[in-house]
C-alpha cells in the first residue's frame, strides 16, 4: 500500500489514486523548475503553494529538498536532451554542432541557477550524477570522433580524455560562476575558448 492509498481502496479505485498521484507529482515538479529558476533559494513551502498543493505533498512525493533538486536536474537534463535532437538535426560540421550542444547546456545553466546548488550540494549520489551526464557524454564523444575522422580536431589524444577534458572546463566554469569570480557571459566565452584549444581547432587553423 502506497501513501496515497487507504485500507479501503477497491482494485478500481487504486489505478485511479495512482494516477491523481502522478498528476501531482508532476504538477509539484513543473512548479519546482518554474519558482527555483527565479528564486534558486525556494523551500518546500513555496514550492508547495506554486504547485497549489500542501507541504505534506510535496513531502510525499519528494522526501527532501535534495531529492526535490535531483528531479529538477533530471527534468532540466531531459529538456536539454530535447533541445540536443533537435539542434543535432540541423545541418553543419562536427565543430559547429559541438559548440551548438555547448551552448544549449550553458544556456539551461544559465535559465536554472538553482543548477548552480546542486554543484555545490554535499552528498550527492556519484552515480545518480553520473547517469545523468551519460547522454551528453556519448553524444561528445561521437562529435568528437566524427571531428579527429575529418580532420576538424587535433586526431592525436583519444577521444575519451577530450570528453572528459571538455567536461572538466565546463565543470570549472560552472563553478566560477558559483565563487562569483566570473558573469555567465565570461564563463561562456572562456569555456569555448578552452573547448577550442583542446580540441587543437585554434593550433590547426593557425598552421594553413
Given at each position: ?14 489505478p485511479?489514486?495512482?494516477a ?8 509539484v ?13 525556494a523551500?518546500m ?8 498543493v500542501?507541504?505534506?505533498t510535496?513531502y510525499?512525493h519528494?522526501g527532501?529538498?535534495?531529492a ?18 533537435e ?15 555547448q ?14 546548488q ?7 549520489d ?5 547517469a545523468?551526464?551519460?547522454p ?11 571531428g ?6 587535433d586526431a592525436a ?8 577534458a571538455?567536461?572538466?572546463v565546463?565543470h570549472?566554469?560552472g ?5 562569483e ?7 561562456a566565452?572562456w569555456?569555448?575558448?578552452a573547448?577550442?584549444d583542446?580540441l587543437?581547432?585554434r ?6
Amino acid at each position: 500500500m502506497t501513501a496515497f492509498e487507504t485500507p479501503g481502496d477497491t482494485p478500481r479505485a487504486r489505478p485511479r489514486r495512482r494516477a491523481d498521484a502522478e498528476r501531482s507529482r508532476v504538477a509539484v515538479l513543473d512548479a519546482a523548475v518554474r519558482l527555483l529558476a527565479e528564486r534558486p533559494d525556494a523551500g518546500m513551502a513555496a514550492i508547495a503553494a506554486a504547485a497549489d498543493v500542501t507541504r505534506q505533498t510535496v513531502y510525499a512525493h519528494f522526501g527532501t529538498r535534495g531529492a526535490l533538486l535531483d528531479a529538477v536536474a533530471d527534468r532540466i537534463t531531459d529538456q536539454a536532451m530535447a533541445a540536443m535532437d533537435e539542434a543535432e538535426a540541423e545541418s553543419g560540421s562536427a565543430l559547429d554542432a559541438l559548440l551548438r550542444l555547448q551552448d544549449i547546456g550553458w544556456e539551461l545553466f544559465a535559465r536554472n541557477p538553482v543548477l548552480l546548488q546542486l554543484g555545490a550540494r554535499a552528498g550527492t549520489d556519484p552515480d545518480a550524477d553520473r547517469a545523468r551526464h551519460e547522454p551528453v557524454t556519448a553524444r561528445l564523444t561521437r562529435l568528437i570522433e566524427e571531428g579527429q575522422a575529418a580532420g576538424e580536431f587535433d586526431a592525436a589524444p583519444p577521444a575519451t580524455w577530450l570528453v572528459a577534458a571538455v567536461t572538466a572546463v565546463s565543470h570549472a566554469a560552472g563553478d566560477e560562476v558559483r565563487a562569483e569570480r566570473m558573469s555567465g557571459d565570461e564563463a561562456a566565452t572562456w569555456l569555448r575558448t578552452a573547448t577550442l584549444d583542446l580540441l587543437g581547432v585554434r593550433r590547426r587553423d593557425s598552421a594553413t
